[in-house]
């Protein structure tokens, strides 16, 4: 089985940036697409960003554009999350997720697609 871990989560003063890490482990890890999701306190899990595994299509979440920016190595299967700008309203946990299917572009904004999922790392951002 796949698993994923998350690291890198800490506390960051607002305006500040950060990058948290997801490293895939398996030896059938080949997924599709890599996904960020993140649950503020009082909040639902909602979709932050996702990459293509293979090719440079990525997908964000329209609050998220301009301010985080997602990117893999897939030498070391691993994908990376930055967050610039931070601030409180981005205090949450921030899971990643790997979808192992090759569903239709618009899926991948939705926990559905994903099968297996990190375990997450907590962001706090101080005011």
């Known amino acids: 089985q796949v698993q994923l871990v998350e690291s890198g989560g800490t506390l960051v003063q607002a305006g500040g940036s950060l990058s948290v890490s997801c490293v895939g482990s398996?030896?059938?890890?080949?997924?599709?697409?890599m996904g960020w999701f993140r649950q503020a306190p009082g909040k639902e899990r909602e979709f932050v960003a996702a990459?293509?595994?293979?090719?440079?299509?990525?997908y964000y979440a329209d609050s998220m554009k301009g301010r985080f920016t997602i990117f893999r190595d897939t030498a070391k299967n691993t994908v990376y999350l930055q967050m610039n700008s931070l601030k409180p309203e981005d205090t949450a946990v921030y899971y990643c997720?790997?979808?192992?299917?090759?569903?239709?572009?618009?899926?991948?904004?939705?926990?559905?697609?994903?099968?297996?999922w990190g375990q997450g790392t907590q962001v706090t951002v101080s005011s």
């Open positions: 997720a790997a979808a192992l299917i090759a569903y239709s572009a618009p899926s991948y904004y939705t926990e559905a697609a994903y099968r297996y």
């Open positions: 398996g030896l059938t890890f080949r997924p599709y697409v």
């Open positions: 990459i293509r595994w293979s090719g440079s299509s990525t």
